[in-house]
C-alpha cells in the first residue's frame, strides 16, 4: 500500500513566484491535513479537509496561501507571491478517522525561496 | 499557534538510560495526545497515543502519562537505543485541529 505520496520533493523558486504543491492522500482516507515544518516554528497546522470540504483553515496566512481539494485522491497547497519566509518543509498528511486518528504523514515538499 | 508547549528542545542520554520529554497545554477541550517520532528526511509517524480519560499508556518501552487536572502530558522512553535518535512531537486535539509542539530532538549516545 502506498503512503501519502507528496510532489514535489524539493522546489526552489524565485521571490515573488508561484508555487503549487501536491498531495495524494492514502486511498480511502477521508481526512487531509496541511503542516508546514520550519526549524524556528516546528509543525504549524496549516488547514484541513474531510471528504474534500474544507473544515478548518484558520492556519493559513490569508493573503497568499490557498488551498484545494477538487477530488478524493488528490489536493493541493498553492503560495502566490512567494517570499524567503515561505521557506519550510511542508508536509501533508491523511487519516482515516480526522485528527484523532493516526495521521499518516507523507515526506514532504521542501520549498526554497530565493 | 503555541497551543502545546514542549520541553526540552534537544536532549542527549546514554544507550540503557531513560528518556523523559515533557508538554503542556491550556486547551481544556483537547482530549487526544499523540506522541509522533520524525526520522530526517521523513514525516512524522504515530509512536504512542492517549485520550484524555486514561493516565497512563504502554507500548513496549514507550509510555505516555496524561494529568488532566495539571495539563500536562508525557513520554518516558526506558533502555533507550541509538536508533530512538529522533525528533519527538507531542500534539493534541479536540476532535479537530490536531496541534502539535515544537518537538524535542533526541540523541542516544551509545
Known amino acids: 500500500n502506498a503512503g501519502v505520496i507528496q510532489t514535489p520533493r524539493h522546489k526552489v523558486t524565485g521571490k515573488g513566484q508561484e508555487a503549487t504543491l501536491w498531495c495524494e492522500p492514502i486511498?480511502?482516507?477521508?481526512?487531509v491535513f496541511w503542516y508546514r515544518q520550519t526549524i524556528v516554528q516546528g509543525l504549524e497546522f496549516l488547514t484541513y479537509?474531510?471528504?474534500?470540504?474544507?473544515?478548518?483553515d484558520s492556519g493559513m496566512p490569508k493573503e497568499r496561501f490557498s488551498a484545494q481539494m477538487p477530488n478524493q485522491s488528490h489536493s493541493t497547497l498553492k503560495i502566490q507571491s512567494t517570499q524567503p519566509q515561505d521557506s519550510a518543509v511542508y508536509l501533508c498528511?491523511?487519516?482515516?478517522?480526522?485528527?484523532?486518528?493516526?495521521?499518516?504523514f507523507g515526506e514532504g515538499s521542501k520549498l526554497t525561496v530565493l | 499557534q503555541q497551543q502545546v508547549r514542549q520541553s526540552p528542545q534537544s536532549l542527549t542520554v546514554w544507550e540503557g538510560g531513560t528518556t523523559v520529554l515533557t508538554c503542556s497545554y491550556e486547551d481544556s477541550t483537547f482530549n487526544y495526545f499523540p506522541w509522533y517520532q520524525q526520522f530526517p528526511g521523513e514525516g512524522p509517524a504515530l509512536l504512542i497515543s492517549i485520550l484524555s480519560v486514561s493516565d497512563k499508556k504502554e507500548d513496549g518501552r514507550f509510555t505516555t502519562f496524561f494529568n488532566k487536572r495539571e495539563k500536562k502530558l508525557s513520554l518516558h522512553i526506558i533502555d533507550s537505543q541509538p536508533g530512538d535518535s529522533a525528533t519527538y512531537f507531542c500534539a493534541a486535539s479536540n476532535y479537530n485541529v490536531l496541534y502539535f509542539g515544537s518537538g524535542t530532538k533526541l540523541t542516544v549516545e551509545p
Open positions: 479537509f474531510r471528504n474534500q470540504a474544507p473544515i478548518d
Open positions: 486511498s480511502g482516507h477521508s481526512a
Open positions: 498528511a491523511s487519516s482515516l478517522a480526522g485528527s484523532t486518528g493516526q495521521l499518516y
